[in-house]
């Protein structure tokens, strides 16, 4: 069966600091890959996705990047957070063989100080 | 384009009585739906979905979905609530006959309080 992790699952980061979330999947092959950031009381939105290594595709401009340097790892950063910055990462993984669904993993709480 | 609209940002509703959370939605293409259900500091988890096959579609922890194309509505219901399922709960709708991998469009969420 297929698993997604995160981690870390709790960061605490200063303005101005940089960032690395990493989410890697088991149990599937070429999946899609998603980030999503869910703010206090707000729904999802996507931050990036990914059909393929190195193939990155960008919803929302900001000073975030990713990047997909194995099949199944997904890599969120950020040179130089933001106080907006705040908010629960979600990496997902879907669109294999007809699956239209998206399976979440546990999330990042990321707080910038 | 595709959108949802969950009609209640809020439902409350007594332990034992039924739960019934209401989603519309908007598809250029024969659409999937899901839902979704996020208990706090946790990631989504899939409760159920319809990819056309049975209207009437059976998921998890007691939950089931009505798609009702004529209404464009997706209903999510359970017969009778319990403490565990006080949570947020997501709409979500794929039109991937539209192309893009990024097909996925959510709801804003219904928080579901559950009385004792």
């Known amino acids: 069966s297929q698993t997604i992790h995160q981690w870390p699952a709790t960061l605490v980061q200063p303005v101005g600091s940089p960032l690395s979330l990493e989410c890697t999947v088991e149990?599937?092959?070429?999946?899609?890959l998603y980030w999503y950031r869910q703010a206090a009381g707000r729904g999802l939105q996507l931050l990036f996705y990914?059909?393929?290594?190195?193939?990155i595709s960008s919803e929302v401009p900001q000073n975030l990047s990713a990047s997909r340097p194995q099949d199944r790892q997904f890599i969120l950063s950020s040179k130089k957070l933001l106080l907006s910055d705040s908010g629960f990462y979600l990496c997902?993984?879907?669109?294999?063989?007809?699956?239209?669904?998206?399976?979440f993993g546990p999330g990042t709480r990321l707080t910038v100080t | 384009a595709q959108s949802v609209t969950q009609l209640d940002s809020h439902v409350s509703v007594s332990e034992g009585t039924p739960v019934l959370l209401r989603c519309n939605y908007s598809?250029?293409?024969?659409?999937?739906l899901f839902w979704y259900v996020q208990h706090p500091n946790k990631g989504l988890q899939l409760l159920l979905k319809?990819?056309?096959?049975?209207?009437l579609v059976k998921g998890i922890n007691g939950f089931e979905a009505e798609f009702k194309k004529s209404e464009t509505s997706f209903h999510l219901t359970k017969p009778s609530a319990h403490m565990s399922d006080a949570a947020e709960y997501f709409c979500?709708?794929?039109?991937?006959?539209?192309?893009?991998?990024?097909?996925?469009?959510f709801g804003k969420g219904t928080h579901l309080i559950i009385q004792p």
């Open positions: 319809y990819t056309s096959a049975a209207t």
């Open positions: 149990g599937t092959s070429n999946p899609n």
């Open positions: 979500v709708v794929s039109d991937r006959g539209g192309g893009g991998a990024d097909g996925l469009t």
């Open positions: 598809s250029s293409y024969s659409p999937s």
């Open positions: 990914s059909v393929g290594i190195g193939q």
């Open positions: 997902a993984w879907g669109g294999t063989s007809g699956i239209y669904e998206q399976y």
